[in-house]
Protein backbone atom coordinates (compact mmCIF):
# COMPACT_ATOMS: atom_id res chain seq x y z
CA UNK A 1 0.00 0.00 0.00
CA UNK A 2 3.20 2.54 0.00
CA UNK A 3 2.98 2.67 -3.55
CA UNK A 4 2.22 6.00 -4.98
CA UNK A 5 2.62 5.94 -8.82
CA UNK A 6 -0.53 6.36 -10.44
CA UNK A 7 -0.01 3.29 -12.95
CA UNK A 8 -1.40 4.75 -16.54
CA UNK A 9 -3.64 7.64 -16.45
CA UNK A 10 -7.25 7.49 -17.67
CA UNK A 11 -10.63 9.08 -17.06
CA UNK A 12 -11.44 8.58 -13.37
CA UNK A 13 -10.70 5.82 -14.29
CA UNK A 14 -11.66 4.28 -17.43
CA UNK A 15 -14.63 5.34 -19.04
CA UNK A 16 -15.95 2.83 -22.00
CA UNK A 17 -15.93 4.04 -26.05
CA UNK A 18 -18.49 3.05 -27.63
CA UNK A 19 -15.58 0.69 -29.61
CA UNK A 20 -14.65 -1.89 -27.79
CA UNK A 21 -11.04 -1.85 -26.30
CA UNK A 22 -8.74 -4.79 -27.31
CA UNK A 23 -6.46 -6.30 -25.49
CA UNK A 24 -3.77 -4.22 -26.52
CA UNK A 25 -4.77 -0.70 -24.98
CA UNK A 26 -5.88 -2.36 -21.58
CA UNK A 27 -4.69 -0.15 -19.03
CA UNK A 28 -4.04 -0.50 -15.61
CA UNK A 29 -5.04 1.85 -13.15
CA UNK A 30 -4.33 1.31 -9.53
CA UNK A 31 -6.18 3.62 -7.03
CA UNK A 32 -5.33 3.38 -3.32
CA UNK A 33 -5.28 5.92 0.04
CA UNK A 34 -2.08 6.48 -0.94
CA UNK A 35 -2.06 8.43 -4.56
CA UNK A 36 -5.62 9.76 -4.44
CA UNK A 37 -4.16 13.61 -3.99
CA UNK A 38 -2.30 13.04 -7.12
CA UNK A 39 -5.00 12.03 -8.40
CA UNK A 40 -6.59 15.37 -8.46
CA UNK A 41 -3.88 16.97 -11.18
CA UNK A 42 -4.85 14.61 -13.43
CA UNK A 43 -8.39 14.79 -12.78
CA UNK A 44 -7.78 18.92 -13.87
CA UNK A 45 -5.87 17.76 -17.30
CA UNK A 46 -8.66 14.57 -17.76
CA UNK A 47 -11.55 17.31 -17.37
CA UNK A 48 -9.87 19.67 -19.20
CA UNK A 49 -9.75 17.23 -22.34
CA UNK A 50 -13.30 16.09 -22.03
CA UNK A 51 -14.01 19.60 -23.81
CA UNK A 52 -16.74 17.74 -26.26
CA UNK A 53 -18.58 17.01 -23.13
CA UNK A 54 -18.35 20.40 -21.09
CA UNK A 55 -18.65 22.52 -24.36
CA UNK A 56 -21.73 21.16 -25.27
CA UNK A 57 -23.51 21.09 -21.73
CA UNK A 58 -22.26 24.64 -21.85
CA UNK A 59 -24.05 25.43 -24.78
CA UNK A 60 -26.69 23.38 -24.23
CA UNK A 61 -28.03 25.34 -21.05
CA UNK A 62 -27.06 28.52 -22.08
CA UNK A 63 -29.66 27.62 -25.18
CA UNK A 64 -32.21 25.73 -22.69
CA UNK A 65 -32.73 28.96 -20.82
CA UNK A 66 -33.98 31.07 -23.44
CA UNK A 67 -36.10 28.33 -25.39
CA UNK A 68 -38.46 29.73 -27.04
CA UNK A 69 -37.99 33.65 -26.26
CA UNK A 70 -37.61 35.60 -29.20
CA UNK A 71 -34.43 36.82 -28.96
CA UNK A 72 -32.56 33.81 -26.98
CA UNK A 73 -29.36 34.66 -25.53
CA UNK A 74 -29.48 37.81 -26.85
CA UNK A 75 -31.49 39.09 -23.72
CA UNK A 76 -28.38 39.01 -21.58
CA UNK A 77 -26.85 41.32 -23.93
CA UNK A 78 -29.97 43.24 -23.94
CA UNK A 79 -30.35 43.30 -20.37
CA UNK A 80 -26.80 44.96 -19.98
CA UNK A 81 -27.07 47.12 -22.58
CA UNK A 82 -29.93 48.57 -20.80
CA UNK A 83 -27.99 48.80 -17.58
CA UNK A 84 -25.10 50.10 -19.76
CA UNK A 85 -27.33 52.63 -21.22
CA UNK A 86 -28.96 53.89 -17.71
CA UNK A 87 -25.71 54.40 -15.66
CA UNK A 88 -24.27 56.09 -18.50
CA UNK A 89 -27.09 58.45 -18.77
CA UNK A 90 -27.40 59.46 -15.69
CA UNK A 91 -23.33 59.68 -15.09
CA UNK A 92 -22.51 62.16 -17.98
CA UNK A 93 -26.05 63.97 -17.35
CA UNK A 94 -25.28 64.32 -13.42
CA UNK A 95 -21.69 64.54 -13.40
CA UNK A 96 -20.62 66.11 -16.59
CA UNK A 97 -18.77 62.98 -17.80
CA UNK A 98 -17.65 63.34 -21.54
CA UNK A 99 -20.11 60.73 -23.32
CA UNK A 100 -17.44 59.86 -25.81
CA UNK A 101 -14.57 58.88 -23.13
CA UNK A 102 -17.04 57.43 -20.40
CA UNK A 103 -19.49 55.16 -22.25
CA UNK A 104 -17.30 52.99 -23.61
CA UNK A 105 -15.15 53.14 -20.23
CA UNK A 106 -18.26 52.10 -18.56
CA UNK A 107 -19.28 49.37 -20.99
CA UNK A 108 -16.15 48.02 -20.97
CA UNK A 109 -15.60 47.43 -17.06
CA UNK A 110 -18.71 46.53 -16.66
CA UNK A 111 -18.80 43.38 -19.70
CA UNK A 112 -15.57 42.41 -17.61
CA UNK A 113 -16.72 42.43 -14.15
CA UNK A 114 -19.41 40.90 -14.53
CA UNK A 115 -17.43 38.23 -16.56
CA UNK A 116 -14.97 37.84 -13.69
CA UNK A 117 -18.18 37.95 -10.73
CA UNK A 118 -20.08 35.51 -12.20
CA UNK A 119 -16.87 33.09 -12.28
CA UNK A 120 -16.59 33.10 -8.83
CA UNK A 121 -20.21 33.59 -8.02
CA UNK A 122 -20.67 30.79 -9.89
CA UNK A 123 -17.86 28.81 -8.73
CA UNK A 124 -19.37 28.47 -5.27
CA UNK A 125 -22.06 25.92 -6.81
CA UNK A 126 -20.15 24.25 -9.53
CA UNK A 127 -19.52 20.99 -7.71
CA UNK A 128 -22.75 21.12 -5.64
CA UNK A 129 -24.90 21.63 -8.28
CA UNK A 130 -23.93 18.50 -9.97
CA UNK A 131 -23.53 16.32 -7.18
CA UNK A 132 -26.10 13.76 -8.99
CA UNK A 133 -23.08 13.57 -12.08
CA UNK A 134 -20.74 13.52 -9.39
CA UNK A 135 -22.18 10.60 -7.39
CA UNK A 136 -23.41 8.21 -10.49
CA UNK A 137 -21.23 9.12 -13.37
CA UNK A 138 -17.65 8.57 -13.74
CA UNK A 139 -15.85 11.45 -15.23
CA UNK A 140 -13.48 14.02 -13.86
CA UNK A 141 -14.88 15.73 -11.52
CA UNK A 142 -13.41 19.07 -12.93
CA UNK A 143 -15.30 18.34 -16.18
CA UNK A 144 -17.96 20.19 -13.60
CA UNK A 145 -16.05 23.27 -13.03
CA UNK A 146 -14.95 23.55 -16.72
CA UNK A 147 -18.79 24.00 -18.03
CA UNK A 148 -19.47 26.56 -15.89
CA UNK A 149 -16.27 28.53 -17.09
CA UNK A 150 -17.35 27.46 -20.72
CA UNK A 151 -21.20 28.77 -20.02
CA UNK A 152 -19.62 32.35 -19.00
CA UNK A 153 -17.45 32.84 -21.86
CA UNK A 154 -20.65 32.11 -23.93
CA UNK A 155 -22.63 34.76 -22.41
CA UNK A 156 -19.66 37.03 -22.28
CA UNK A 157 -19.30 36.77 -26.12
CA UNK A 158 -22.75 37.98 -26.11
CA UNK A 159 -21.87 41.02 -23.78
CA UNK A 160 -19.18 41.91 -25.90
CA UNK A 161 -22.00 42.91 -29.11
CA UNK A 162 -21.95 45.72 -26.60
CA UNK A 163 -18.72 46.88 -26.91
CA UNK A 164 -18.18 46.46 -30.64
CA UNK A 165 -21.40 48.64 -30.84
CA UNK A 166 -19.98 51.17 -28.14
CA UNK A 167 -17.10 51.34 -30.29
CA UNK A 168 -18.56 52.11 -33.44
CA UNK A 169 -20.64 54.65 -32.11
CA UNK A 170 -17.77 56.37 -29.53
CA UNK A 171 -14.64 55.39 -30.44
CA UNK A 172 -13.57 53.92 -33.94
CA UNK A 173 -9.48 54.55 -33.75
CA UNK A 174 -7.16 51.79 -33.78
CA UNK A 175 -4.18 51.53 -32.83
CA UNK A 176 -1.09 49.02 -31.86
CA UNK A 177 -2.77 48.70 -28.19
CA UNK A 178 -5.57 47.44 -28.74
CA UNK A 179 -3.45 44.28 -29.63
CA UNK A 180 -2.45 44.19 -25.65
CA UNK A 181 -5.70 42.57 -25.24
CA UNK A 182 -5.49 39.14 -26.31
CA UNK A 183 -2.27 38.39 -23.39
CA UNK A 184 -4.28 40.41 -21.47
CA UNK A 185 -7.44 38.56 -21.77
CA UNK A 186 -5.33 35.09 -21.66
CA UNK A 187 -4.10 36.45 -18.12
CA UNK A 188 -7.64 37.89 -17.10
CA UNK A 189 -9.22 34.83 -17.69
CA UNK A 190 -6.42 32.37 -15.97
CA UNK A 191 -6.83 34.42 -12.79
CA UNK A 192 -10.52 34.03 -12.93
CA UNK A 193 -10.63 30.60 -13.87
CA UNK A 194 -7.68 29.42 -11.10
CA UNK A 195 -9.06 31.83 -8.35
CA UNK A 196 -12.45 30.49 -8.98
CA UNK A 197 -11.41 26.73 -8.60
CA UNK A 198 -10.32 27.87 -4.94
CA UNK A 199 -13.31 29.40 -4.29
CA UNK A 200 -15.07 26.51 -5.85
CA UNK A 201 -13.51 23.56 -4.00
CA UNK A 202 -13.75 25.54 -0.60
CA UNK A 203 -17.67 26.49 -1.08
CA UNK A 204 -18.22 22.68 -1.66
CA UNK A 205 -16.83 22.18 1.70
CA UNK A 206 -17.75 25.54 3.73
CA UNK A 207 -21.23 26.08 2.55
CA UNK A 208 -20.98 29.94 4.14
CA UNK A 209 -18.27 30.69 1.49
CA UNK A 210 -20.44 31.71 -1.84
CA UNK A 211 -22.57 33.83 0.73
CA UNK A 212 -19.71 35.77 1.81
CA UNK A 213 -18.23 35.92 -1.88
CA UNK A 214 -21.49 37.40 -2.84
CA UNK A 215 -21.51 40.67 -0.16
CA UNK A 216 -17.46 40.88 -0.75
CA UNK A 217 -18.13 41.69 -4.44
CA UNK A 218 -20.59 43.95 -4.05
CA UNK A 219 -17.99 46.35 -2.08
CA UNK A 220 -15.38 45.64 -4.28
CA UNK A 221 -17.63 46.88 -7.07
CA UNK A 222 -18.21 50.14 -5.75
CA UNK A 223 -14.21 50.66 -4.34
CA UNK A 224 -13.04 49.77 -7.83
CA UNK A 225 -13.43 51.78 -10.46
CA UNK A 226 -15.55 50.65 -13.00
CA UNK A 227 -18.21 52.99 -12.68
CA UNK A 228 -15.81 56.16 -12.09
CA UNK A 229 -12.46 56.67 -12.96
CA UNK A 230 -8.79 57.05 -11.11
CA UNK A 231 -8.76 60.02 -13.22
CA UNK A 232 -11.27 62.09 -11.05
CA UNK A 233 -8.55 61.31 -8.29
CA UNK A 234 -5.26 62.79 -8.93
CA UNK A 235 -3.98 61.47 -5.88
CA UNK A 236 -4.97 57.86 -5.61
CA UNK A 237 -6.36 56.70 -2.72
CA UNK A 238 -4.86 53.49 -1.16
CA UNK A 239 -7.40 51.05 -1.92
CA UNK A 240 -7.33 51.81 -5.43
CA UNK A 241 -3.38 51.67 -5.84
CA UNK A 242 -3.40 48.32 -3.84
CA UNK A 243 -6.98 47.13 -5.57
CA UNK A 244 -5.90 43.64 -7.52
CA UNK A 245 -9.00 43.70 -9.30
CA UNK A 246 -8.50 47.26 -10.29
CA UNK A 247 -5.02 46.22 -12.04
CA UNK A 248 -7.08 43.02 -13.19
CA UNK A 249 -9.70 45.09 -15.03
CA UNK A 250 -7.09 47.26 -16.47
CA UNK A 251 -5.31 44.56 -18.24
CA UNK A 252 -8.13 44.20 -20.75
CA UNK A 253 -9.90 47.37 -20.52
CA UNK A 254 -7.36 49.94 -21.33
CA UNK A 255 -6.20 47.88 -24.22
CA UNK A 256 -10.10 47.90 -25.68
CA UNK A 257 -10.00 51.65 -25.06
CA UNK A 258 -6.99 51.92 -27.46
CA UNK A 259 -4.30 52.06 -24.53
CA UNK A 260 -1.58 50.65 -23.07
CA UNK A 261 -2.18 49.28 -19.75
CA UNK A 262 0.66 50.63 -16.91
CA UNK A 263 3.34 47.93 -15.90
CA UNK A 264 2.19 47.91 -12.55
CA UNK A 265 -1.14 46.29 -13.67
CA UNK A 266 0.68 43.66 -15.75
CA UNK A 267 3.13 42.80 -12.60
CA UNK A 268 0.47 42.62 -10.24
CA UNK A 269 -2.17 40.20 -12.69
CA UNK A 270 1.15 38.09 -13.07
CA UNK A 271 2.05 38.15 -9.27
CA UNK A 272 -2.18 36.95 -8.68
CA UNK A 273 -1.94 34.45 -10.97
CA UNK A 274 2.06 33.25 -9.32
CA UNK A 275 0.04 32.94 -5.91
CA UNK A 276 -3.29 31.39 -6.98
CA UNK A 277 -1.76 28.26 -9.24
CA UNK A 278 -0.31 26.52 -5.97
CA UNK A 279 -2.87 27.21 -4.21
CA UNK A 280 -5.70 26.55 -6.43
CA UNK A 281 -3.26 23.43 -6.90
CA UNK A 282 -2.98 22.66 -3.51
CA UNK A 283 -6.38 22.76 -2.63
CA UNK A 284 -7.99 20.62 -5.62
CA UNK A 285 -5.36 17.63 -4.65
CA UNK A 286 -6.70 17.65 -0.97
CA UNK A 287 -10.05 18.17 -1.46
CA UNK A 288 -10.22 15.65 -4.74
CA UNK A 289 -10.87 12.55 -2.99
CA UNK A 290 -13.44 14.29 -0.75
CA UNK A 291 -15.56 16.08 -3.12
CA UNK A 292 -18.16 13.12 -4.29
CA UNK A 293 -18.66 12.90 -0.27
CA UNK A 294 -18.76 16.67 0.58
CA UNK A 295 -20.80 18.09 -3.12
CA UNK B 1 -7.65 -9.19 -20.14
CA UNK B 2 -10.13 -7.48 -17.20
CA UNK B 3 -9.10 -7.96 -14.04
CA UNK B 4 -10.18 -6.31 -10.54
CA UNK B 5 -8.33 -6.54 -7.68
CA UNK B 6 -9.45 -5.28 -4.24
CA UNK B 7 -7.15 -5.15 -1.42
CA UNK B 8 -8.16 -4.15 2.07
CA UNK B 9 -10.10 -1.92 0.85
CA UNK B 10 -12.01 0.85 3.05
CA UNK B 11 -13.85 3.46 2.44
CA UNK B 12 -15.57 5.90 5.18
CA UNK B 13 -18.12 8.68 4.59
CA UNK B 14 -17.48 12.18 6.29
CA UNK B 15 -21.57 13.10 7.52
CA UNK B 16 -21.58 16.39 7.95
CA UNK B 17 -24.58 17.87 9.89
CA UNK B 18 -25.89 21.19 8.77
CA UNK B 19 -23.96 22.40 11.72
CA UNK B 20 -20.40 20.94 11.26
CA UNK B 21 -20.22 22.10 7.81
CA UNK B 22 -20.40 25.70 8.57
CA UNK B 23 -16.95 27.85 8.20
CA UNK B 24 -18.55 29.44 11.82
CA UNK B 25 -17.79 25.71 13.27
CA UNK B 26 -14.58 25.88 12.11
CA UNK B 27 -13.68 29.31 13.19
CA UNK B 28 -15.61 28.87 16.84
CA UNK B 29 -13.60 25.89 17.83
CA UNK B 30 -10.39 27.68 17.19
CA UNK B 31 -11.70 30.38 19.10
CA UNK B 32 -12.43 28.41 22.50
CA UNK B 33 -9.27 26.40 21.64
CA UNK B 34 -11.05 23.43 20.26
CA UNK B 35 -12.56 22.10 23.77
CA UNK B 36 -16.08 23.09 23.92
CA UNK B 37 -16.51 22.61 20.28
CA UNK B 38 -14.92 19.19 20.21
CA UNK B 39 -16.57 16.38 18.61
CA UNK B 40 -18.96 18.65 16.70
CA UNK B 41 -16.82 19.70 13.89
CA UNK B 42 -15.39 16.21 13.31
CA UNK B 43 -18.42 14.89 11.49
CA UNK B 44 -19.93 11.10 11.75
CA UNK B 45 -18.10 8.78 10.07
CA UNK B 46 -19.73 5.78 8.60
CA UNK B 47 -17.17 3.14 7.45
CA UNK B 48 -19.05 1.80 4.06
CA UNK B 49 -16.52 -0.93 2.88
CA UNK B 50 -14.77 -2.13 5.67
CA UNK B 51 -11.34 -4.12 4.80
CA UNK B 52 -12.85 -5.84 1.07
CA UNK B 53 -10.27 -8.08 -0.34
CA UNK B 54 -11.14 -9.77 -3.55
CA UNK B 55 -10.16 -10.64 -6.81
CA UNK B 56 -12.11 -10.45 -9.77
CA UNK B 57 -10.87 -12.43 -13.07
CA UNK B 58 -12.13 -11.95 -16.07
CA UNK B 59 -14.98 -13.65 -17.24
CA UNK B 60 -16.57 -13.61 -13.72
CA UNK B 61 -20.12 -12.96 -13.22
CA UNK B 62 -20.44 -11.07 -10.08
CA UNK B 63 -23.75 -10.45 -7.98
CA UNK B 64 -23.51 -8.02 -5.05
CA UNK B 65 -26.22 -9.20 -2.22
CA UNK B 66 -27.21 -7.63 1.23
CA UNK B 67 -29.45 -5.85 2.96
CA UNK B 68 -29.24 -1.72 2.06
CA UNK B 69 -26.49 -0.06 3.53
CA UNK B 70 -24.72 -3.61 3.23
CA UNK B 71 -22.09 -1.72 0.68
CA UNK B 72 -23.47 -3.35 -2.53
CA UNK B 73 -23.58 0.55 -3.99
CA UNK B 74 -20.58 1.77 -2.32
CA UNK B 75 -18.60 -0.96 -4.14
CA UNK B 76 -19.54 -0.10 -7.77
CA UNK B 77 -19.24 3.65 -7.06
CA UNK B 78 -15.52 2.52 -5.61
CA UNK B 79 -14.87 0.56 -8.74
CA UNK B 80 -16.08 3.09 -11.15
CA UNK B 81 -13.50 5.38 -9.20
CA UNK B 82 -15.95 7.51 -7.81
CA UNK B 83 -15.36 7.05 -4.37
CA UNK B 84 -11.73 7.21 -3.23
CA UNK B 85 -10.44 4.18 -0.80
CA UNK B 86 -9.85 5.97 2.61
CA UNK B 87 -7.28 3.16 2.94
CA UNK B 88 -6.62 0.09 0.75
CA UNK B 89 -6.16 -0.16 -2.99
CA UNK B 90 -8.19 -1.41 -6.16
CA UNK B 91 -6.70 -2.41 -8.93
CA UNK B 92 -8.57 -2.07 -12.43
CA UNK B 93 -7.45 -3.58 -15.96
CA UNK B 94 -9.68 -2.83 -19.01
CA UNK B 95 -12.49 -0.36 -19.35
CA UNK B 96 -15.46 0.21 -16.72
CA UNK B 97 -18.61 1.30 -18.00
CA UNK B 98 -21.46 1.53 -15.02
CA UNK B 99 -25.53 1.60 -15.79
CA UNK B 100 -25.93 3.10 -12.36
CA UNK B 101 -28.12 5.85 -12.81
CA UNK B 102 -29.55 5.75 -16.83
CA UNK B 103 -31.07 8.73 -16.83
CA UNK B 104 -27.79 10.87 -15.22
CA UNK B 105 -27.17 13.97 -17.53
CA UNK B 106 -30.58 14.01 -19.58
CA UNK B 107 -32.39 17.12 -19.64
CA UNK B 108 -36.35 16.62 -19.62
CA UNK B 109 -36.88 20.18 -21.46
CA UNK B 110 -34.68 18.88 -24.20
CA UNK B 111 -35.05 16.72 -27.04
CA UNK B 112 -35.24 13.05 -27.58
CA UNK B 113 -32.38 13.25 -29.83
CA UNK B 114 -30.75 16.06 -27.59
CA UNK B 115 -30.91 14.00 -24.76
CA UNK B 116 -28.98 11.05 -26.92
CA UNK B 117 -26.09 13.80 -27.44
CA UNK B 118 -26.12 15.03 -23.63
CA UNK B 119 -26.13 11.11 -22.44
CA UNK B 120 -23.70 10.11 -25.36
CA UNK B 121 -21.47 12.89 -24.46
CA UNK B 122 -21.61 12.00 -20.93
CA UNK B 123 -20.77 8.30 -21.68
CA UNK B 124 -17.31 9.39 -23.13
CA UNK B 125 -18.49 8.96 -26.49
CA UNK B 126 -17.97 11.32 -29.67
CA UNK B 127 -20.24 13.35 -31.92
CA UNK B 128 -19.65 10.84 -34.37
CA UNK B 129 -20.66 7.73 -32.56
CA UNK B 130 -23.30 9.35 -31.04
CA UNK B 131 -24.63 10.26 -34.76
CA UNK B 132 -24.19 6.39 -35.60
CA UNK B 133 -26.22 5.44 -32.46
CA UNK B 134 -29.70 7.72 -33.34
CA UNK B 135 -31.07 5.34 -35.63
CA UNK B 136 -30.54 1.75 -34.05
CA UNK B 137 -31.63 3.51 -30.87
CA UNK B 138 -34.78 5.05 -32.65
CA UNK B 139 -35.28 1.78 -33.65
CA UNK B 140 -34.66 0.08 -30.29
CA UNK B 141 -36.38 1.95 -28.27
CA UNK B 142 -39.31 2.59 -31.18
CA UNK B 143 -39.94 5.76 -30.12
CA UNK B 144 -39.55 7.11 -33.50
CA UNK B 145 -40.75 11.02 -34.34
CA UNK B 146 -41.57 11.47 -30.16
CA UNK B 147 -37.27 11.65 -30.47
CA UNK B 148 -38.39 15.30 -31.79
CA UNK B 149 -40.25 16.33 -28.88
CA UNK B 150 -39.07 17.16 -25.53
CA UNK B 151 -38.58 14.16 -23.24
CA UNK B 152 -40.61 16.01 -20.83
CA UNK B 153 -43.70 15.27 -23.00
CA UNK B 154 -42.81 11.53 -22.73
CA UNK B 155 -44.40 8.84 -20.64
CA UNK B 156 -42.09 7.44 -17.44
CA UNK B 157 -41.89 3.95 -19.20
CA UNK B 158 -40.69 5.95 -22.77
CA UNK B 159 -38.45 8.42 -20.65
CA UNK B 160 -36.68 5.15 -18.97
CA UNK B 161 -36.89 3.63 -22.18
CA UNK B 162 -34.37 6.25 -23.62
CA UNK B 163 -31.91 6.41 -20.73
CA UNK B 164 -31.67 2.35 -21.16
CA UNK B 165 -31.18 2.36 -24.60
CA UNK B 166 -28.20 5.36 -24.61
CA UNK B 167 -26.83 3.71 -21.37
CA UNK B 168 -26.44 0.30 -22.98
CA UNK B 169 -24.97 0.82 -26.10
CA UNK B 170 -21.51 1.16 -24.32
CA UNK B 171 -18.87 -2.07 -24.95
CA UNK B 172 -16.74 -1.57 -21.57
CA UNK B 173 -14.90 -5.03 -20.81
CA UNK B 174 -15.93 -4.49 -17.03
CA UNK B 175 -20.23 -3.76 -16.20
CA UNK B 176 -21.16 -2.39 -13.35
CA UNK B 177 -24.95 -2.81 -12.99
CA UNK B 178 -26.88 -1.50 -9.95
CA UNK B 179 -30.11 -2.59 -9.56
CA UNK B 180 -33.77 -0.93 -11.17
CA UNK B 181 -32.58 -0.90 -14.62
CA UNK B 182 -34.70 -1.75 -17.41
CA UNK B 183 -38.24 -0.60 -17.42
CA UNK B 184 -41.37 -0.02 -19.79
CA UNK B 185 -44.04 -2.23 -20.72
CA UNK B 186 -43.73 -6.10 -20.39
CA UNK B 187 -42.94 -5.99 -24.51
CA UNK B 188 -40.08 -3.46 -24.08
CA UNK B 189 -38.91 -5.39 -20.49
CA UNK B 190 -38.28 -8.52 -22.84
CA UNK B 191 -36.22 -6.79 -25.05
CA UNK B 192 -34.06 -5.05 -22.38
CA UNK B 193 -33.37 -8.32 -21.20
CA UNK B 194 -32.44 -9.70 -24.15
CA UNK B 195 -30.10 -6.31 -24.63
CA UNK B 196 -28.70 -6.77 -20.55
CA UNK B 197 -27.85 -10.64 -21.94
CA UNK B 198 -26.52 -9.73 -24.77
CA UNK B 199 -24.20 -7.15 -23.03
CA UNK B 200 -23.13 -9.86 -20.91
CA UNK B 201 -21.90 -12.00 -23.10
CA UNK B 202 -19.89 -8.99 -24.72
CA UNK B 203 -18.19 -7.74 -20.81
CA UNK B 204 -15.77 -9.86 -19.57
CA UNK B 205 -16.72 -8.91 -16.04
CA UNK B 206 -19.86 -8.22 -14.77
CA UNK B 207 -21.03 -7.13 -11.50
CA UNK B 208 -24.49 -6.44 -10.88
CA UNK B 209 -25.61 -5.42 -7.43
CA UNK B 210 -29.19 -6.53 -6.66
CA UNK B 211 -32.29 -7.51 -4.72
CA UNK B 212 -33.36 -9.47 -7.31
CA UNK B 213 -32.35 -13.13 -6.83
CA UNK B 214 -33.86 -14.62 -9.94
CA UNK B 215 -32.37 -11.41 -12.01
CA UNK B 216 -28.65 -12.45 -10.46
CA UNK B 217 -29.54 -16.24 -11.47
CA UNK B 218 -30.65 -15.77 -14.43
CA UNK B 219 -27.74 -13.99 -15.36
CA UNK B 220 -25.64 -16.48 -14.07
CA UNK B 221 -23.94 -14.08 -11.32
CA UNK B 222 -22.12 -15.49 -8.17
CA UNK B 223 -23.43 -14.07 -4.78
CA UNK B 224 -20.93 -11.93 -3.07
CA UNK B 225 -22.56 -11.72 0.12
CA UNK B 226 -22.12 -8.20 1.82
CA UNK B 227 -23.29 -7.44 5.63
CA UNK B 228 -21.87 -3.84 7.40
CA UNK B 229 -19.11 -2.76 4.63
CA UNK B 230 -17.37 -6.59 4.68
CA UNK B 231 -17.55 -9.26 2.49
CA UNK B 232 -19.21 -12.38 4.57
CA UNK B 233 -19.58 -14.88 1.97
CA UNK B 234 -17.87 -15.01 -0.97
CA UNK B 235 -20.30 -17.51 -3.02
CA UNK B 236 -17.23 -19.90 -2.83
CA UNK B 237 -17.90 -20.97 0.94
CA UNK B 238 -15.11 -18.72 1.63
CA UNK B 239 -15.25 -15.61 3.83
CA UNK B 240 -13.37 -12.89 2.65
Redesign the interface.
Known amino acids: ?1 SKTTVEGQS ?11 S ?1 SN ?9 N ?1 RQ ?1 GDADLWLGLK ?1 H ?2 WW ?2 AV ?1 ETK ?1 RF ?1 RSMIGPFWLTLSMGIFIGALGFVMTRLFGQDPAWFVPYLATGIIFWTLLTSIINEAGTAFVSAE ?8 PISVHYYRMIARNLIIWLHNMVIYVLVYLIFSHDVNWAYLAFIPGFILFLAIAVVGGLCVAVLST ?5 PQ ?1 IASVLQVIFFITPIFWSVQTFPDRPAFIFWNPVYHLLEIVRAPLLGAWPEPLSWLVSLGLLAVSIPLALYLYRRA ?3 I ?3 A | MAHLSLQNLTVDFPIYGANSRSLKRRLVSHATGGRIAEGTDDAVVVRALDDVSIEIKDGDRIGLVGHNGAGKSTFLRTVAGIYKPTAGSITITGEVGTLIDPAAGMDPEATGIENIYLRGYVLGMDKGQIADLIDEIADFTELGDFLDLPVKTYSAGMFSRLGFAVSTAIKPDILLIDEGIGAGDAAFQERAAERIEELKRNVRILVVASHDNSLLESLGCRPILFSAGKIVDDGRGGVG
Open positions: MDGPNVANSSRADDRTIRISADVMRNLSSHQRGYIRNVPMRYRDIVYPRPYW
